[in-house]
């Protein structure tokens, strides 16, 4: 506990607030996959969707879990299945606001996702 009080070593958060820009949102911890790949070299990168700190009435939240595919491998983030998700519903249902959140990382498993799952459901 008084290495966790000093913030001693690395912040492994689920969410967390990135910069003083984006004061009212949350994002996945960039830090995250170095909790499950160590020292591998080229470690995966989390998808930069942030997501509003205290959800709007009228929001409909989703968050995608998933690895390579849900991250969008091989296409660029715009190619993945939640942003075309989150096109094709906000197209057919203008009145609601969709918030999809991106929570893909390559190379993980349900191991990753047990460990956050509790934190994503506080969020949804």
């Given at each position: ?9 690395t ?5 967390i ?63 993945s ?16 606001d ?7 990382m ?19």
């Amino acid at each position: 506990m008084l290495l966790q009080g000093l913030n001693y070593g690395t912040d492994y958060s689920t969410f967390i607030k990135i910069s003083d820009r984006f004061e009212n949102y949350k994002f996945l911890n960039p830090q995250l996959p170095q909790k499950y790949f160590g020292n591998v070299p080229n470690k995966p990168s989390v998808i930069p969707d942030g997501f509003k700190k205290i959800k709007s009435e009228n929001t409909f939240r989703v968050f995608a879990l998933g690895g390579s595919t849900t991250a969008g491998f091989p296409h660029p983030p715009n190619g993945s299945f939640p942003r075309l998700l989150k096109r094709y519903l906000s197209w057919n249902y203008p009145k609601i606001d969709f918030e999809l959140i991106n929570l893909g990382m390559s190379a993980i498993n349900t191991i990753t996702i047990r460990d956050i799952i509790n934190d994503v459901l506080e969020e949804s």
